[in-house]
């Protein structure tokens, strides 16, 4: 029942910036765990960054400096500023939402990001 609602995808040109956002149907320190992660058709997903409920966040080299992670309590959303966009970074885009007790997942739907010239 737990829904993860994503918005903020779209075309962009290589260098310039997109923020996605990730609304829950409820507190987001109902989770352990926010996740963002990519994926390119015929390609694996990939884990892109992650924030903690106490705050603490982390990212993938590949965007590191370029990409971060934050959340609106008040709202129960979860943001990927994203910056210096480059056309590697072109993909689908995933929000997760991870539980431990009982240990499950909740996905968004997905949301494009195209960097393209």
């Known amino acids: 029942q737990v829904q993860l609602v994503e918005s903020g995808g779209g075309l962009v040109q290589p260098g310039g910036s997109l923020r996605l956002s990730c609304a829950a149907s409820?507190?987001?320190?109902?989770?352990?765990?926010m996740h963002w992660y990519r994926q390119v058709p015929g390609s694996q997903r990939e884990l892109v960054a992650t924030i903690t409920r106490g705050g603490t966040t982390v990212s993938v080299d590949s965007v590191k400096g370029r990409f971060t992670i934050s959340r609106d309590n008040a709202k129960n959303t979860v943001y990927l500023q994203m910056n210096s966009l480059k056309p590697e970074d072109t993909a689908v885009y995933y929000c997760k939402a991870a539980l431990e007790w009982p240990r499950r997942d909740y996905w968004g739907q997905g949301t494009q990001v195209i960097v393209s010239s």
């Open positions: 409820g507190s987001i320190f109902s989770f352990n765990a």
